[in-house]
């Protein structure tokens, strides 16, 4: 009976354990970088839209370098918060993220609205990627990380 005992304890201690690493809260500097990062995405979006719906006119390119500097400054945590986890996945993600801020960068400086455009839609595209493989929404509307 005690070793059964013993060994239910151990089973349900790793069955805990392996919950309790299921699912956890990021970590601040994390929350800031996403906060950040999707603040930043619904300027892109926008900017773009207007853009899209003016064509090769007069655009505004600010938006596209404001954005691009404060991703520039903000993600870099995400990045490292990825690598510390050692999600592969994730790293690779983030960094494709990073070089989507640094075309969309180099493009709002040359003022090629083509390029700005392809620039966006791979930034929300690695979003997307990694909010669909590492996220998940709770009942609060919170999130944690899987």
């Known amino acids: 009976m005690g ?17 309790a690493q299921a699912n ?19 300027t892109v979006r926008a900017a773009s839209k207007e853009i899209e719906d003016s064509g090769a ?4 390119y600010t938006p596209f370098e404001t954005a691009s ?3 520039k400054k903000e993600f870099p945590a995400t990045l490292a918060f990825w690598q510390a986890r050692k999600a592969d996945d994730a ?12 075309d969309l960068e180099a493009a709002a400086r040359e003022r090629d609205y083509r390029l700005v455009l392809e620039a966006s839609t791979a930034l929300a595209a690695t979003c997307t990627a990694c909010h669909a493989a590492h996220r998940v929404r709770l009942a609060d509307g919170t999130y944690e990380i899987k």
Not at 91 to 102: F, G
């Open 3 to 19: 070793r059964s005992l013993v060994a239910l304890f151990g089973i349900v201690s790793v069955a805990l354990a392996l919950l």
């Open 24 to 42: 956890e809260k990021p970590t601040d500097a994390f929350q800031k970088a996403m906060r950040e990062a999707g603040a930043v995405l619904q």
């Open 57 to 60: 006119g007069s655009q505004d």
């Open 69 to 71: 500097a404060s991703m």
């Open 91 to 102: 790293v690779k993600l983030a960094e494709q993220t990073m070089k989507a801020v640094a």
